[in-house]
């Protein structure tokens, strides 16, 4: 399973800004999908997750209400519409992909088996 995440950049506080990452594989079809985030001198947290055939989504307090994950099984790609960002959003995103996970629930809690390379979103103040 290969990933690229796209979309990053330089905002400023209130804006939104929407993050794609397209997955390559011939054998992905199910599993769970997701975003993960890397700040500066901070460990890599979860963002949000999603299950690669269906609706059911996952998200992390910080970015409940704000941010929503989605994904189109036609194109490849999972997509993370962000909205009211704050400069604490700022970070390195990653999209990952866990084949063997059944809820997106899980994919906190269980190191996803596949990374893509990252994106940058600065968010200004």
């Known amino acids: 399973v290969q990933l690229q995440a796209s979309g990053g950049g330089l905002v400023q506080a209130g804006a939104s800004l929407r993050l794609s990452c397209s997955v390559s594989s011939r054998t992905f079809s199910s599993g769970v999908l997701g975003w993960f985030r890397q700040a500066p001198g901070k460990k890599r947290e979860f963002v949000a997750s999603?299950?690669?055939?269906?609706?059911?989504?996952y998200y992390a307090d910080s970015v409940k209400g704000r941010f929503t994950i989605s994904g189109d099984s036609s194109k490849n790609t999972i997509y993370l519409q962000m909205s009211s960002l704050k400069p604490e959003d700022t970070a390195v995103y990653y999209c990952?992909?866990?084949?063997?996970?059944?809820?997106?629930?899980?994919?906190?809690?269980?190191?996803?088996?596949?990374w893509g390379q990252g994106t940058l979103v600065t968010v200004s103040s």
């Open positions: 990952a992909a866990d084949p063997w996970a059944a809820k997106p629930r899980q994919m906190p809690a269980i190191p996803p088996g596949y």
């Open positions: 999603i299950l690669w055939s269906g609706t059911d989504t």
